[in-house]
């Protein structure tokens, strides 16, 4: 019987339908366009209304297990949002309903059928609009105290502290997609000889897609840029390698289209910086489930519920550790 999974990210909500054996079978998506709260649980219980063989739901943000309720920061309203009892009431009898946290389901979703297919410690660094790590060690997901484990935009990586990494950690302001766009605007407010292609941009118009357009094309400003969020992702790589001793990382999420190339020198950073005889351990992927590693996730969380039983459905203890499969 066929699962539900469901990626809900800050801008759209991703659906598709995959069988037992984890072939994608169909996928569409939404925008949220502009809904906020109970409207986007609507959005997302619609979609899920009546389904019998089981639900997987990833979050932008943080699911508390123990209460079935959701912190997502792009989601107005969602500071601790009791979707998993919203979307339990809209499914059929008996079926299970698990939720995790974005990054949880790309790890998931890689090591089941992707870049970390068969790997029992991996890290999947997801670099968008935001960061975070799913981290999965010996075969589980480690997730915190919390539920809070893997949000490494707040990675201390500068020194000294700034007032504007209160909202999104140092690591995140520097790296993520927007945070190359605000690179950007502080270099070209501080330099005033530079006339290449991104000083005749509106400075708020600057994104991370127009900033490596312009690195193709030898643009200084880009160029800076571009190495700057090279040191940071290196850095972070490499504190993640010294920590998890990890077989691989697989770097994914939105600016992980265009920045995959540039792994090598990611790489060549991280040996800098990590422990050397872990470093040498470990491999750097590029997803190759790319925008559907979640979709896989979620798949993969509602699979493994089924097949626990009707007793584990939906309790923490049965999204808390779902088991890396067999190696290939």
Same mark, same amino acid.
């Given at each position: 019987?066929?699962? #539900?999974?469901?990626?809900?990210?800050?801008?759209?909500?991703?659906?598709?339908?995959?069988? *037992?054996?984890?072939?994608?079978?169909?996928?569409?998506?939404?925008?949220?366009?502009?809904?906020?709260?109970?409207?986007?649980?609507?959005?997302?219980?619609?979609?899920?209304?009546?389904? +019998?063989?089981?639900?997987?739901? +990833?979050?932008?943000?943080?699911?508390?297990?123990?209460?079935? +309720?959701?912190? *997502?920061?792009?989601?107005?309203?969602?500071?601790?949002?009791? %979707?998993?009892?919203?979307?339990?009431?809209?499914?059929?009898?008996?079926?299970?309903?698990?939720?995790?946290?974005?990054?949880?389901?790309?790890?998931?979703?890689?090591?089941?059928?992707?870049?970390?297919?068969?790997?029992?410690?991996?890290?999947?660094?997801?670099?968008?609009?935001?960061?975070?790590?799913?981290?999965?060690?010996?075969?589980?997901?480690?997730?915190?105290?919390?539920?809070?484990?893997?949000?490494?935009?707040? #990675?201390?990586?500068?020194?000294?502290?700034?007032?504007?990494?209160?909202?999104?950690?140092?690591?995140?302001?520097?790296?993520?997609?927007?945070? %190359? *766009?605000?690179?950007?605007?502080?270099?070209?407010?501080?330099?005033?000889?530079?006339?290449?292609? %991104?000083?005749?941009?509106?400075?708020? *118009?600057?994104?991370?897609?127009?900033?490596?357009?312009?690195?193709?094309?030898?643009?200084?400003?880009?160029?800076?840029?571009?190495?700057?969020?090279?040191?940071?992702?290196?850095?972070?790589?490499?504190?993640?390698?010294? #920590?998890?001793?990890?077989?691989?990382?697989?770097?994914?999420?939105?600016?992980?289209?265009?920045?995959?190339?540039? #792994?090598?020198?990611?790489?060549?950073?991280?040996?800098?910086?990590?422990?050397?005889?872990?470093?040498?351990?470990?491999?750097?992927?590029?997803?190759?489930?790319?925008?559907?590693?979640?979709?896989?996730?979620?798949?993969?969380?509602?699979?493994?519920?089924?097949?626990?039983?009707?007793?584990?459905?939906?309790?923490?203890?049965?999204?808390?550790?779902?088991?890396?499969?067999?190696?290939?």
């Amino acid at each position: 019987m066929p699962v #539900l999974a469901l990626d809900l990210g800050g801008t759209k909500l991703a659906t598709a339908i995959f069988d *037992a054996g984890g072939k994608l079978l169909h996928r569409d998506s939404v925008p949220l366009d502009g809904r906020s709260g109970a409207e986007v649980a609507a959005l997302v219980a619609q979609r899920c209304e009546g389904a +019998t063989g089981g639900v997987g739901v +990833t979050v932008p943000g943080i699911y508390r297990a123990e209460r079935g +309720t959701v912190w *997502a920061p792009n989601i107005p309203g969602w500071d601790d949002y009791p %979707l998993r009892d919203e979307l339990r009431r809209v499914v059929a009898p008996g079926t299970p309903v698990v939720i995790d946290s974005d990054r949880a389901g790309y790890i998931l979703g890689e090591v089941w059928r992707g870049a970390a297919r068969g790997a029992r410690h991996a890290i999947f660094l997801a670099v968008g609009t935001g960061i975070g790590a799913g981290i999965m060690v010996d075969g589980r997901v480690l997730r915190g105290h919390g539920d809070i484990g893997g949000a490494i935009g707040w #990675l201390a990586l500068d020194r000294h502290y700034r007032e504007e990494y209160r909202s999104c950690g140092c690591f995140e302001y520097h790296a993520s997609g927007p945070g %190359l *766009a605000k690179v950007a605007r502080e270099l070209l407010a501080h330099d005033a000889g530079y006339r290449g292609d %991104l000083r005749a941009l509106d400075p708020m *118009a600057l994104t991370a897609e127009r900033i490596f357009a312009a690195y193709a094309k030898d643009d200084p400003m880009a160029i800076r840029v571009v190495d700057d969020a090279i040191a940071f992702w290196g850095m972070a790589a490499a504190n993640l390698v010294s #920590l998890f001793n990890p077989e691989v990382i697989v770097f994914g999420g939105g600016v992980f289209g265009p920045a995959a190339r540039l #792994l090598g020198r990611i790489r060549a950073e991280a040996e800098l910086w990590a422990q050397p005889i872990a470093i040498k351990e470990t491999r750097f992927e590029a997803s190759v489930l790319g925008g559907d590693a979640g979709l896989y996730g979620a798949a993969r969380l509602a699979l493994l519920a089924r097949a626990e039983g009707p007793a584990m459905h939906g309790t923490a203890g049965s999204r808390r550790n779902p088991p890396a499969p067999p190696r290939p």
